[in-house]
């Protein structure tokens, strides 16, 4: 046996030591569908116990929407339940050209491509558009998929300052002789929830000939005024050449991912892009449930108003309770704590009042910036924000954290 004790003790040592280093990740078991109540079981063994949920990235509360479960009952009696193919042999039905369709109006794109995740979108785009003539210029905050789509592509890479324009130009200005310069930014940065300035980076990026790419993951179907994301949001829709989004999160939060943008560097990722060619086509039931949430969504902005309504009065609850928030307007809410055992505690004693809020600290975030970090849903009515809020001070009290 090549697994042999010694090469089993090796890596029981290296588990003891996340455990020891305080960032051994332990999953929490729901009994029931995603919602803004739920029921969990925790720790594992204990009852499940019914407690508001304020950690998903159920941004519009579709996850669990009856027109949606339907929808996606009928794609599965309609189209059955897997393709057994990628797309390109024996993959591709009408409703995956359907959504293709759905999302680049939706977008305000040219084409689009789905893909299995974002994650694999990120994972095959740069790679499949780029060669050794590029360079990709990244925000130093981007999500670690696009990190791992940097590693895969042999184009140059550099980083620029989170969202710090100057930095920005000065390293455009550095690479000028490239054939092609690719900025690379999320829409809204999932641990702060903040969002760059896409106006100003886009007129950058035509000022000295570079591509803008933005992975709006966190963003498709709430903001801007209809939704559509950061670009409409800053007045850019139309001048993004790449987006890359998910459906695992506000679009009903199944699974599934896409790359939307220019024609051509489309159909590139249609013949190269390597997660697109050799992973298993997205599965029909899911497709049917992602169309039905854009029907949802761009009959009426009712859900995406409610959350931003939402999202306003907690981040007023919190700032009058005394808290320390990160400053914003998305429903990505984040409670300073500062210190990393603290924000283990605080969400320990949170879960004992009902509300479940996960702590963040190093290395998901800077030394001396864990958090709590709080997201806000559609689905979340507002006894929900109250009695968290009730829970939030009550605990904070107990910690004497708020004036
Ligand atoms: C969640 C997320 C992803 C991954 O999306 P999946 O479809 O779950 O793989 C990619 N990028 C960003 C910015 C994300 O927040």
Not at 12 to 37: N, P, V, W
Not at 149 to 178: N, P, Q, V, Y
Not at 182 to 204: A, C, H, K, N, Q
Not at 280 to 293: E, F
């Amino acid at each position: 046996m090549a697994f042999t004790d010694a090469v089993r003790s090796g890596f029981q040592k290296e588990l003891e030591g996340l455990r020891a280093a305080g960032i051994f990740k332990t999953e929490r078991f729901i009994h029931s569908a995603q919602a803004a109540d739920i029921e969990v079981e925790f720790p594992a063994g204990a009852a499940p116990k019914k407690v508001v949920n304020m950690c998903a990235n159920n941004y519009l509360g579709l996850s669990s929407h009856p027109e949606v479960v339907a929808a996606a009952h009928a794609g599965l009696d309609s189209r059955g339940y897997g393709m057994s193919s990628v797309r390109f042999i024996c993959g591709t039905q009408d409703i995956h050209r359907e959504l293709e369709g759905r999302m680049t109006e939706f977008l305000g794109t040219e084409d689009t491509i789905l893909f299995p995740s974002c994650m694999d979108a990120n994972a095959g785009v740069f790679e499949a558009i780029l060669n050794e003539s590029d360079v990709m210029i990244s925000d130093r905050l981007v999500h670690a998929s696009i990190i791992d789509g940097i590693r895969l592509c042999k184009a140059e890479r550099d980083t620029f300052k989170h969202a710090d324009m100057e930095h920005l130009e000065s390293k455009l200005e550095l690479h000028a002789a490239r054939r092609l310069k690719v900025v690379i930014t999320d829409g809204v940065f999932s641990m702060d929830g903040d969002t760059p300035p896409l106006d100003e980076m886009s007129r950058l990026c035509e000022k000295r000939g570079a591509l803008l790419f933005v992975d709006d993951s966190h963003s498709t179907g709430f903001i801007g005024r209809t939704g559509r994301g950061t670009h409409e949001k800053y007045g850019v829709v139309g001048k993004v050449d790449i987006i890359t989004t998910t459906f695992g999160k506000a679009l009903g939060g199944a699974s599934g991912g896409c790359v939307s943008g220019r024609r051509e560097l489309v159909e590139m990722c249609r013949q190269r892009a390597r997660p697109y060619l050799f992973s298993n086509t997205i599965a029909p039931v899911v497709v049917a449930g992602v169309l039905r949430v854009l029907d949802l969504i761009s009959k009426s902005t009712e859900r995406r108003d409610k959350l931003e309504k939402n999202a306003a009065y907690w981040r007023k609850g919190l700032t009058s309770a005394g808290f320390v928030l990160k400053e914003g307007d998305t429903p990505i809410v984040p409670v300073m704590l500062f210190n990393a055992k603290l924000s283990q505690d605080f969400s320990r004693d949170l879960f004992e009042e009902g509300i479940y809020a996960v702590g963040f600290f190093f290395p998901v975030v800077p030394k001396g910036a864990a958090r709590i970090r709080t997201q806000i849903s559609a689905g979340h009515e507002t006894s929900h924000l109250d009695k968290a809020l009730s829970a939030f001070i009550k605990v904070g009290k107990k910690y004497e954290i708020h004036r």
